[in-house]
């Protein structure tokens, strides 16, 4: 599945709520620098401004691709991290891609050696001249 990637907004607006809303529960305004500023969630006014406080949170950015975003990379189907893992980790199809990519630079290095080492002898001499015979022809 494809959608539309959370920007660095989105993502720092999504911390930014949490954040808030964490503070709430545990009974206070988000810090303002000066004071802690109790909130009483039995309290009308209070309640109203937190609820400002939050909208005012969430326009900043996109909650739901955030979200859905992460949805998406966790979504089994999309193969994307190890379904067995607890934490964020890299799929092991694509894990095994990456030592297969690997193994190949390391053989395409070693077949790389060996030409070099090739044409530092006289059958590489044979190759290098009929290699510039054949560019000489094509130009």
């Not at 503070?23 to 309640?47: S, T």
């Not at 969430?58 to 190890?82: I, K, Q, T, Y």
């Not at 001249?129 to 054949?134: D, E, F, P």
């Amino acid at each position: 599945m494809r959608m539309a990637k959370a920007s660095e907004r989105d993502i720092e607006m999504a911390l930014e709520l949490f954040r808030t809303i964490e503070d709430l529960m545990k009974g206070y305004f988000p810090y303002d620098g000066e004071q802690d500023v109790i909130f009483d969630p039995q309290d009308h006014y209070d309640c109203h401004k937190a609820i400002d406080l939050i909208f005012e949170i969430a326009c900043r950015g996109s909650l739901f691709r955030v979200v859905f975003g992460m949805a998406v990379v966790l979504d089994p189907r999309n193969e994307v991290v190890d379904p067995d893992s607890d934490h964020l980790e890299l799929h092991p199809k694509h894990q095994k891609a990456i030592e297969q990519r690997d193994e190949l630079l390391a053989a395409a290095k070693q077949a790389m050696d060996e030409c070099v080492d090739l044409l530092a002898t006289p059958a590489g001499d044979a190759i290098a001249a009929a290699i510039a015979k054949i560019e000489g022809e094509t130009e």
